[in-house]
């Protein structure tokens, strides 16, 4: 029996999932009393640090956690609940951590962009159980912009590099804590899972041939669901977001079966986007939450969903907010959700008052779950222009002249699935959006959009270059050649793709095969 801390914030249910995979049974804190008795404590933690730490103090959990850790017993935390572990973190100045291990939980300050997601190495400073059938080279799941620093090297388990070598994961005696997610790092993962429930292995120690590890480019599946004309959740694909083909909706298959089959390929991460959630309300399509929540059974590598995430008014004049919809799809097994239309407005809301209102979607999501959790999906469009003083927009010079021989365009924003465009450039949307708490974009391009021409070189390099936070390049994949392009002439940390997946015309193995010694890929 496993019992299970989970303080309500963040995908808990894809570790209870990876546990409950491995035959172990799980049971959630309900009471203090309950951490005192747990004989096998895990503790998942996702979201921010003064939140999280809120929510042990109202509930009374911080004594019962310490005498649990002082009693020796196994513990287990992920990410935030190593981050607990420490005295104070600089993501929630003046609010004080469980202070079990000294030292503190500091943001990277990195030429790189930060958060630190995707699929990083492990430099092993000290056997453990829990490396027990790995072989030193695997890579396992990160996101998170801050980091521990223990004052003492003896409880080090693992270092990581990105800029700088950070401290990946911690161990004194039976208490193991990982800032990477064995719960979203494929089968690699499940076997570090599976070390520390068993707990019966020898400690070993790996080793790894290369001096440093090296974050991975990601290859992400995404899967544009809606219903179809039949009512039936299918996944869908579009021509420049024109998802009919002969008057009916393109059926490519069923969502989770789909999603099993990448992740068994081997996606990196998968993205589902309810694509008709602009105008269908996601609390009142309960289908999309049931997709999550049957995918995150088996599938574990991250999964993002978007799609309506917004305040909205229903007929019976009730409110929500976007942050109860992205609780929700939390909940059922998402780990980021990103925002489309609804970041449009909130940036034109922005520009028009000069000032942060505090209260968007962007900023009261990431600040409950983080950075990490929140995805900017963009859907701009090209607009030629003759000169850069023509609009009040970013424009810039672009090799591929417009139909009239235009030499310089801008990328015009637009909402509610491609169907309007507003007066809004991609690059200033992506400022804004990461000043208000955004931790990644999501940059796809309507016109390159099941072209199959090759992602929008000159659109990746502006946006990326205009921002920190990492960038997945997104439209018009139509080869593994394409992938090798973006990841070497632009700075976006992933590149995702659909139609070539779904038509099985080029499948992510093939993808990374062709990118394997060329660009650091997790194979
Ligand atoms: O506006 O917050 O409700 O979110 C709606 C989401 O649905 C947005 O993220 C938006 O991008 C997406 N969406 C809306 N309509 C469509 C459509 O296609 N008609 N799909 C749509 C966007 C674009 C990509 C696609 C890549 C790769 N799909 O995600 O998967 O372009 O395709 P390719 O490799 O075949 O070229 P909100």
Not at 61 to 67: D, E, F, S
Not at 101 to 118: A, N, T
Not at 218 to 233: E, F, K, P, S, Y
Not at 503 to 514: A, D, F, L, Q, S
Request: net charge negative.
């Amino acid at each position: 029996m496993i019992t299970f801390l989970d303080y309500g914030a963040g995908n808990v249910r894809s570790v209870i999932n990876a546990i409950e995979t491995l035959g172990e049974k799980v049971e959630i804190v309900r009471a203090p009393d309950d951490i005192l008795s747990a004989e096998k404590l895990v503790f998942p933690g996702v979201g921010a640090f003064g939140s999280m730490m809120n929510i042990l103090n109202n509930n009374n959990y911080v004594k019962p956690l310490l005498a649990y850790l002082r009693s020796g017993r196994p513990f287990l935390g992920i990410c935030l609940g190593l981050q607990a572990l420490f005295e104070y973190s600089e993501e929630a100045p003046g609010v004080e951590g469980l202070g079990f291990i000294l030292g503190s939980v500091k943001r990277f300050e990195i030429d790189y962009s930060v958060p630190h997601i995707g699929w990083n190495g492990l430099n092993i400073k000290q056997p453990s159980l829990i490396f027990n059938g790995l072989n030193g080279v695997e890579k396992l799941y990160f996101v998170h912009s801050y980091h521990v620093v223990p004052e003492n090297d003896e409880v080090v388990l693992t270092t990581t590099d990105y800029g700088c070598e950070f401290v990946s994961s911690i161990q004194l005696g039976n208490i193991i804590a990982t800032q990477f997610h064995p719960e979203k790092s494929g089968s690699a993962g499940l076997q570090i899972l599976k070390n520390f429930l068993e707990a019966t292995g020898k400690q070993t120690k790996p080793v790894r041939p290369e001096q440093t590890t090296r974050l991975a480019k990601r290859i992400i599946a995404c899967l544009d669901v809606r219903a179809n004309d039949q009512g039936d959740l299918v996944v869908t694909k579009g021509d420049q977001y024109d998802v009919r083909e002969k008057g009916a909706v393109r059926n490519l298959g069923k969502p989770v079966e789909l999603a099993r089959y990448y992740y068994q390929e081997g996606a990196d991460e998968i993205t589902f986007l309810n694509i008709t959630g602009f105008r269908d309300f996601p609390l009142e399509d309960m289908p999309m939450l049931e997709v999550l929540k049957q995918t995150s059974k088996n599938v574990f590598v991250p999964l993002t969903i978007g799609g309506g995430i917004r305040d909205y008014t229903d007929k019976n004049g009730r409110e929500y907010k976007a942050l109860e919809v992205a609780s929700e799809y939390f909940r059922s097994g998402a780990d980021k959700i990103s925002i489309g239309s609804d970041a449009v407005l909130i940036v034109e809301e922005y520009l028009k008052t000069g000032k942060e209102r505090g209260r968007s979607s962007i900023e009261e999501i990431s600040r409950v779950y983080g950075n990490q959790a929140v995805v900017i999906s963009i859907d701009p469009r090209r607009v030629y222009v003759n000169s850069p003083d023509e609009v009040e927009h970013q424009v810039m010079e672009t090799t591929i002249s417009g139909p009239n021989g235009e030499r310089y365009c801008w990328y015009q924003c637009t909402i509610k699935g491609g169907r309007e465009g507003r007066d809004l450039d991609a690059i200033t949307l992506a400022q804004v959006c990461e000043n208000l708490g955004a931790g990644e974009i999501l940059l796809n391009c309507i016109d390159r959009d099941g072209t199959n021409l090759g992602f929008d070189l000159e659109l990746i390099n502006a946006v990326a270059e205009a921002v920190s936070i990492p960038v997945i390049a997104s439209s018009g994949a139509g080869g593994a050649e394409h992938f090798y392009e973006v990841f070497t002439q632009t700075e976006a940390e992933s590149a995702l793709a659909a139609g070539i997946f779904h038509r099985k015309e080029v499948p992510i193995g093939v993808v990374k095969k062709h990118l394997t010694g060329k660009v650091e890929v997790r194979l």
